[in-house]
């Protein structure tokens, strides 16, 4: 069973700095892409950035040279360190597998996430 439990979050004042951290069970890391993905208010849940099994890494364009995601295959754990932060970062953030677009990802399991929310 896939549980997922992302922290970090908070709230920063803009051009701020936090790190964000997803644990995962029910999930194999050396094998699975991962993404961090978010959610504003009113707004769709996108993708923020994807790692791939083995390693490689893209973002949105939004958060280029801004955002890191990285992650630790033995402890199945997931990093988004995110710096340089603008009020447009706030959204509530979460961790899951990365299948390509989030309209592939109806029928997966999702965790609580964790609010991000950035102040001008």
């Known amino acids: 069973q896939v549980q997922l439990v992302e922290s970090g979050g908070g709230t920063v004042q803009a051009g701020g700095s936090l790190t964000l951290s997803c644990a995962a069970s029910?999930?194999?890391?050396?094998?699975?892409?991962m993404g961090w993905y978010r959610q504003a208010p009113g707004k769709q849940r996108e993708v923020v950035a994807y790692?791939?099994?083995?390693?490689?890494?893209n973002y949105t364009d939004s958060v280029k040279g801004r955002f890191t995601i990285s992650k630790y295959n033995a402890r199945n754990t997931m990093y988004l360190q995110m710096n340089s932060l603008k009020p447009e970062d706030t959204a509530v953030y979460y961790c899951?597998?990365?299948?390509?677009?989030?309209?592939?990802?109806?029928?997966?399991?999702w965790g609580q996430g964790t609010q991000v929310t950035v102040s001008s």
């Open positions: 029910g999930i194999i890391f050396s094998i699975s892409a």
């Open positions: 790692i791939t099994s083995t390693g490689r890494t």
């Open positions: 899951n597998v990365f299948r390509g677009t989030v309209a592939r990802m109806r029928d997966d399991v």
